[in-house]
């Protein structure tokens, strides 16, 4: 009978050793459980934040871009509006231009011409025996 009183005591305090342990054990598993809610819940919402600014980035980005595409648009026809205002005062100039020389050669010409008439009268005059005679 005193085995069984042994083996009954051994049994009792392996059974109350047991369910100290699993309280232990249940009670830190809900502290776990608790804490990882808790890093989920603080992790979820940095997601979120995370989630919405690389979404107002991206407006932001789109937003950008189509400013500078537009803005591109507006200088290229602003310089070609240029270049074309340019282009047409250089054809104006060159018609100009062209004028002018034609203007000068004609007097060019036209002096070159009046000269030989001098040179030629001023042979003829010292060819002539009365005009020298005269003086």
């Known amino acids: 009978m005193e085995i069984l009183y042994f083996i009954a005591g051994i049994l009792s305090v392996g ?3 047991g369910v100290t342990l699993l309280r232990s054990v249940k009670s830190s598993h809900t502290e776990l459980l608790a804490r990882h809610q808790s890093h989920l819940n603080i992790s979820s919402m940095r997601s979120i934040d995370v989630d919405e600014a690389i979404e107002d980035l991206r407006l932001l980005m789109n937003d950008i871009q189509s400013n500078m595409e537009k803005d ?6 602003e310089i070609n509006g240029k270049l074309r205002d340019g282009i047409l005062l250089a054809e104006a100039n060159n018609r100009k231009i062209a004028d002018n020389a034609k203007v ?9 011409t009046q000269i030989q008439q001098i040179r030629n009268s001023v042979k003829t005059m010292a060819q002539n025996p009365n005009m020298t005679s005269n003086y």
């Open 104 to 112: 000068f050669n004609k007097n060019v010409t036209d002096a070159f």
């Open 15 to 17: 059974v109350i050793y």
């Open 72 to 77: 591109q648009y507006e200088s290229l026809s």
